[in-house]
């Protein structure tokens, strides 16, 4: 037996397999001694899991012994092997692999060096706020796996708070089209058009002067809900936007408005702001 395989019980499943894999992939091997693919397969599994030397766990289950887990996890067949990540069962196969499959199987569940970068960046500006070494990390897991689009959107997402935004949509429009159609490119896209179109014209209080002037300047309020925007002030440009809606709906093409989806897009439908906004909304358009 390995230091990076071990027999594993109903008892210590838990701890073994759920916790263990929230730190590293874990292999759960169900056997039994009367199976002789079970038996094929078995020094296949150790073998690399002395050869990955950490990248994995392998943990190794009667299923006669421990009929509860087999049952649990639908085992119906073996040897049964399913891959556990962060706690949650992702992939499996049954049936005694070549030892060429059963690497394959493991690319796909162990994370690459290039991925383990993106986590240690998106980890480190958790910890730090720190947007330039996050991207500096980000880089570096981009040469690395230079095909790896979630280290672009990643680091689009870091340039944006720096308002980088010239370098965020390059790494955006860079995307496959695939990739451009998830929901957080599209948010991106939304904080793009809305930031990087924020105004420096006029600042705060000149513009709140010309509003109190003329309540219905329409260009007025535009510029500063952009200023809003830029400076992530979502409910103060809402409002802004909104009374523009009430008063002249047709202003640039009915542009307040569709800024105002915009924000819903940036903010998501679960922030309490878009909820109350979209309520407002309704009830000025009617």
């Given amino acids: 037996m390995s230091l990076h395989s071990t027999d594993v019980s109903a008892a210590d499943f838990e701890q073994a397999v759920i916790e263990a894999s929230k730190t590293v992939p874990v292999l759960v091997d169900f056997w039994a001694e009367w199976c002789g693919p079970c038996r094929a397969l078995k020094p296949v599994l150790e073998k690399l899991a002395t050869e990955y030397n950490g990248k994995f766990r392998l943990a190794k289950v009667n299923s006669d012994e421990n009929q509860s887990l087999a049952q649990r996890y639908g085992v119906r067949g073996i040897p049964n092997v399913k891959a556990f990540v962060n706690g949650e069962l992702v992939d499996e196969f049954s049936g005694a692999l070549p030892e060429a499959q059963v690497r394959a199987f493991l690319e796909r569940i162990i994370p690459s060096p290039a991925e383990n970068k993106r986590l240690n ?89 010309r509003i109190a002037a003329n309540p219905g300047n329409s260009d007025a309020r535009l ?64």
């Fill in 223 to 286: 510029r500063l809900a952009r200023q809003h925007i830029a400076l992530s002030q979502y409910a103060d440009a809402l409002e802004q936007l909104l009374e523009i809606v009430r008063r002249d709906r047709k202003y640039k093409d009915d542009g307040a408005r569709k800024t105002m989806l915009q924000v819903f897009s940036v903010l998501g439908s679960d922030n309490p702001l878009v909820g109350d906004y979209r309520r407002k909304l309704a009830t000025a358009l009617n």
């Fill in 121 to 209: 960046a998106l980890a480190h500006y958790a910890a730090t706020g720190d947007s330039k070494q996050a991207l500096a990390i980000l880089a570096e897991a981009s040469k690395l796996d230079p095909t790896h689009e979630i280290v672009r959107i990643d680091s689009a997402a870091l340039l944006i708070t720096l308002k980088e935004f010239d370098e965020a949509r390059r790494l955006i429009d860079s995307l496959t089209p695939l990739a451009q159609m998830d929901e957080r490119v599209k948010t991106l896209q939304a904080q793009l058009a809305l930031k990087s179109d924020a105004s420096a014209e006029s600042n705060t209080q000149e513009l709140l002067q």
